[in-house]
């Protein structure tokens, strides 16, 4: 007869990891970023961004995309910015 199937489950407060960020972290960054382009005046490109938060470039750059699918930054020709 076949192997038993064993059912996997992750326990509440398990964090995931996918691309060397964890779920709950990415979903930190995201809040981050987005309430960091709140408080600006002005687009700013990713490069900046990261400088000024410290947050690495390419997890900047992928989360700004999360962040424009869910309709909450644009990429305006000067940078990214906050939609209000």
Known sequence: MGQARRKHFISPGT?????????????????????????QEKPLMPKE????????????RARLHDLRKEGLVERAKEGWIAKK
């Open 49 to 60: 961004i990261a400088k000024q938060t410290g947050l690495n470039y390419n997890t900047v």
């Open 15 to 39: 964090s995931i990891h996918c691309m060397g960020i964890s779920v709950s972290e990415a979903r930190t960054v995201k809040e981050k970023l987005l309430e960091f382009l709140r408080k």
